[in-house]
Each structure stands twice: as structure tokens, then as C-alpha cells.
């Protein structure tokens, strides 16, 4: 006799997250996970449809159901999706797209990487990949910026500066490592930090939330070379902290 599941063939799990419009939310799958539409259900506005992702050349297809729910939405646990290759890279789509990230690139004890992503409906989508060594091309990149304030807008500069790297770090674009701030003698703020990888500044550059940031700088200060300060022709170049 076989066991109960197998003489049944129960398989395939699909998960069905309500969410408050249903087209939408399959859209963000698609931009942002790179699903495709399986099918929407009803008139517009839409009251169930599905995508899916996966041809099983890397593993079973994954099904995601939407529900349309106008009520209050709570979600529920949540919903962990296996990566097989290039998770950072992944990561660097999502914020490119405008994805909220709540959780960047992490090694687990468990032994995977793992991020996790916000889905439409404030559902949380756990996606983790076997840690492996990282390709060169995702090494952290230390960057050396420095900013000449304009009239008026020291003060407005270092507000930016101080708040910078954190909002960079909250979307995972940038390392733990702390940054550090010095000022020229011109007056010039010099910003040492430490980019996540080439594919994260290239993430940066297609975020709206960084174009927002970078916006603000462009408004308060103008951007230099590390050559054009008079600091950079000593042997030992020496600057001043900012606090």
C-alpha cells in the first residue's frame, strides 16, 4: 500500500497572496522577478490571475496566485522562493526596478544567501541561494567623492553627506564598512564609502530614490576631482574630520 500523499500524487504547491489590484501586482512580478503572466481572471478590474516563472531546465515552475482583497490586507508568514545562480545580481535588479528590499545579500548560518523582498500586498518574499564565492566582478568598490559646496549650502551638504551612505546602505547598494568624512581647506567634503559591487552602482544609476538623493547634491554642491584639491599634491595628503 503506498502512503497516503503518494497514492494521491499530491503536488505542486502554489501559494495565493491577495493583494489590492491584481494586474498591477502581476506586472511588479514581472519588471521586478522577471515572471511571466500566466493568465487574469475577470473584467478588469481583475479579481484572480497567476504567473509563473521556470520551464524545469533549473527545477520545478513556481506558481504565484493573486487574489484581489479590498479589505485591509495581512500578510501571512512567508513566501521562500530558491535562487540557483547570481543572487547579488538578482538584488541589484530589484532596487533597479524600485523594489523594497528589507533585507540586502546576507551569508546565513544555514548556509545560504539570502534577501528578502516586499511583494504588492506587503507580502514578504524570502529568496536564498547556496553561498559560494563571489565572481570578481561582485567585489566591493571603495570610492573616494568629493563635493565643493555652493554658496550657501555647507551646512545643506553635510546633511546630505551624513545621510547618504545609510539610505545607500537600506537599499543595499552599499558595504557595512563605516564611512568616513573629511573636509579640504577650500572647504571642498571629501566622502570615502565602499559600493557593494559594479552591479550595485549600476542599480544606483536606475533607482529613483538615489536620483532623488543625487538631485539634492547636484542642488547644493558641485562635484570635483580628488586632483583639484590642494591636499592631493602632498605626498601625504591630510584633511580635516568631519563630525
Not at 545621510?163 to 572647504?187: E, F, I, K, N, Q
Request: aromatic fraction near 6%; charged fraction near 20%.
Amino acid at each position: 500500500m503506498l502512503p497516503l500523499a503518494n497514492h494521491h500524487q499530491l503536488h505542486g504547491v502554489q501559494p495565493v497572496l491577495p493583494v489590492p489590484d491584481v494586474a498591477a501586482a502581476a506586472d511588479w512580478f514581472v519588471r521586478v522577478l522577471g515572471f511571466t503572466l500566466d493568465f487574469l481572471h475577470g473584467e478588469p478590474p481583475h479579481v484572480h490571475g497567476r504567473v509563473k516563472v521556470g520551464d524545469r531546465s533549473h527545477g520545478d515552475p513556481i506558481y504565484i496566485h493573486l487574489s484581489r482583497s479590498e479589505g485591509v490586507i495581512q500578510p501571512c508568514g512567508e513566501t521562500r522562493l530558491h535562487v540557483g545562480h547570481d543572487i547579488d545580481s538578482l538584488h541589484a535588479h530589484v532596487v533597479a526596478q524600485g523594489g523594497t528590499v528589507l533585507l540586502a545579500p546576507t551569508n546565513q548560518p544555514w548556509g545560504l544567501r539570502e534577501i528578502v523582498v516586499q511583494a504588492p500586498g506587503g507580502h514578504r518574499l524570502v529568496m536564498g541561494a547556496e553561498i559560494d564565492h563571489k565572481p570578481s566582478g561582485e567585489l566591493p568598490r571603495p570610492v573616494i567623492a568629493c563635493y565643493r559646496p555652493k554658496p550657501g549650502q555647507e551646512a545643506v551638504l553635510r546633511e546630505l553627506v551624513h545621510s547618504h551612505v545609510p539610505t545607500l546602505r537600506l537599499l543595499g547598494l552599499v558595504t557595512d564598512r563605516a564611512p568616513y568624512s573629511m573636509r579640504a581647506a577650500d572647504g571642498t567634503l571629501v566622502e570615502v564609502f565602499e559600493w557593494a559591487s559594479a552591479k550595485a552602482i549600476e542599480a544606483a544609476h536606475a533607482h529613483p530614490e538615489v536620483h532623488r538623493m543625487w538631485a539634492a547634491f547636484g542642488a547644493a554642491c558641485t562635484y570635483v576631482k580628488v586632483s583639484e584639491l590642494a591636499e592631493a599634491q602632498q605626498l601625504f595628503a591630510e584633511f580635516t574630520p568631519l563630525v
